[in-house]
């Protein structure tokens, strides 16, 4: 596989080094100030775009300006700008670009959501299962609570009969019962950690997924660019990772 990484930062150079270590070729890794040539990339299978709101649609022409089709896009930060989206929809349009997207490419943290709202669905017909959120990231994350925690609370919500809203516990004092609270810690490097908890008097259950490092979401990043480089007939169009792992999910199981 001939592999463009936009985005030469944490990420990009992860990516790279697994890319590296199976044998595949890696035509190029751009930075900020970079702007290569697209016809010396050329041919490029997949672009793995992991950089920064900025610079993702750019990055997503360089990569079809070099002839690739199809594209793994991990940068976060740009889904609630209607401008960036809508040049994300034509760009697909015009270049016929197949684009997986997902705020997380851990495999781990897409199952751990649907044990999650299984789990809201059976404890949520129990009042006395006090349900709660609690996520920790590093200090310099940029979002709070993570994308991945509210995302978690706006699918466990419909199953939650007793609770109205998810939000962020701000100022002091008791919080509104109807609030599902989501609790973010941020403090030193932690690379990430979700529990969902459900508190009732006489006991407590909880169910965590924790990260050990970027290697989860490398896997799961290289695991999308397997699965649309495979299929070369997949028509054009916008992919979520999560909709990715429910088609292994809903086909035979491996060996
Ligand atoms: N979906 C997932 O599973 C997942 C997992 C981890 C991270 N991410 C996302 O992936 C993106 C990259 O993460 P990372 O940890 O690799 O970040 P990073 O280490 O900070 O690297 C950022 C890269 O983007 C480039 N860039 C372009 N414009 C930039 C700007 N205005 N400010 C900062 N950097 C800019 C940087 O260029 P230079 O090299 O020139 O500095 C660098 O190559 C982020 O959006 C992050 O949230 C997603």
């Not at 992991?50 to 740009?78: K, M, Q, Y």
């Not at 059976?122 to 590093?138: A, K, L």
Request: glycine share 10%.
């Amino acid at each position: 596989m001939r592999a463009l990484l936009t985005g030469a930062g944490n990420m990009g150079r992860a990516i790279r080094g697994a890319l590296e270590a199976r044998g595949d070729a890696v035509v190029g890794m751009t930075g900020r100030a970079d702007r290569p040539d697209p016809a010396a990339l050329a041919p490029v299978d997949v672009a793995f775009e992991f950089s920064h709101a900025e610079t993702f649609l750019p990055n997503l022409r360089l990569a079809a300006d070099a002839g690739c089709r199809s594209i793994v896009v991990g940068t976060t930060g740009w889904a609630h700008d209607p401008a960036i989206a809508a040049g994300l929809e034509r760009l697909i349009a015009e270049r016929g670009l197949r684009v997986v997207v997902g705020p997380t490419f851990s495999v781990g943290v897409i199952l751990f959501t649907e044990v999650a709202v299984e789990a809201a669905k059976r404890f949520g017909r129990f009042p006395e299962f006090d349900p709660f959120i609690v996520e920790q990231h590093r200090r310099a994350k940029a979002d709070r609570p993570s994308g991945t925690a509210n995302a978690i609370a706006e699918r466990m919500l419909p199953h939650l009969p007793a609770k109205r809203r998810a939000l962020l516990p701000e100022g002091q004092g008791a919080p509104d019962p109807a609030t599902l609270e989501v609790v973010a810690i941020r403090a030193g490097v932690h690379p990430g950690m979700h529990i969902v908890g459900f508190d009732a008097p006489g006991e407590s259950i909880e169910l965590q997924v924790t990260a050990r490092d970027r290697s989860a979401y490398v896997a799961g990043a290289l695991l999308a660019a397997d699965r649309i480089c495979a299929d070369p007939d997949r028509p054009a169009g916008l992919i979520p990772f999560a909709s990715l792992i429910g088609e292994i999910l809903a086909g035979p199981a491996a060996s």
